[in-house]
């Protein structure tokens, strides 16, 4: 009888065991998922408002991305509103070709990850939301790793998963300028 319990306890704690590490297991992240590589301390400074960013706070700390998650037929992101505009809230003229851009064209910054060191400059996406699909010009980087400083509007780094998009995006695809982000997919076209 003795054994029996023994048995049976050891079996429960077995089963208990198993269970811990699969939920621990399944909560990790797995392959493809981008980490924060290191933390930039935040400094405030003359931040341009004209769509509502967020500006860097003194002292506080924001993660730095190297890397974004893969892109497949229908990357998951997040549409962010951004002026390319000169003295407006992008900062410095676009990476690709060193100029800036009106809002009325259909163009957009990648995070550094999907950015790949200008690999993308020049390329159409596609992106979907709210039942709509636009095709927009890459023509700069929404910086995961540096920020708050006068070259990216004293903002912090981009989250890895951002599509920093000029207001004839976000008309194209009939969604409110107010909200400022949006969930959304996109691909290479």
Known sequence: MATARALATMA????????????A???????????ASGYLPGKSGNCEKSNDPDCCE????????????????????VLTLNSFEKGKDGG??????????????????????????????????????????VYA??????????GCDEDHNYE????????DASPAVWNALGLDQNVGMEGITWSDE
Request: hydrophobic letters at 30%; aromatic letters at 6%; one cysteine or more.
């Open 12 to 23: 429960i704690f077995l089963l208990v065991a198993l269970s811990t590490s699969h939920i």
């Open 92 to 133: 410095g003229p676009s990476e690709c070709d060193n100029a800036y851009h009106s809002d009325k064209e259909m163009v957009v910054a990648l995070s550094t990850g999907w950015f790949k060191n200008m690999a993308r400059c020049g390329h159409r996406i596609k992106i979907t939301a709210n039942g709509k699909s």
């Open 156 to 163: 912090p780094p981009c989250a890895d998963n951002i599509v």
């Open 58 to 77: 003194d002292g506080k700390r924001y993660p730095q991305y190297h890397c974004s998650p893969p892109v497949t037929a229908t990357t998951k992101a």
């Open 25 to 35: 297991s399944s909560l990790r992240p797995g392959l493809g998922v981008c980490r």
């Open 137 to 146: 010009k890459v023509v700069d980087e929404c910086d995961s790793v540096y």
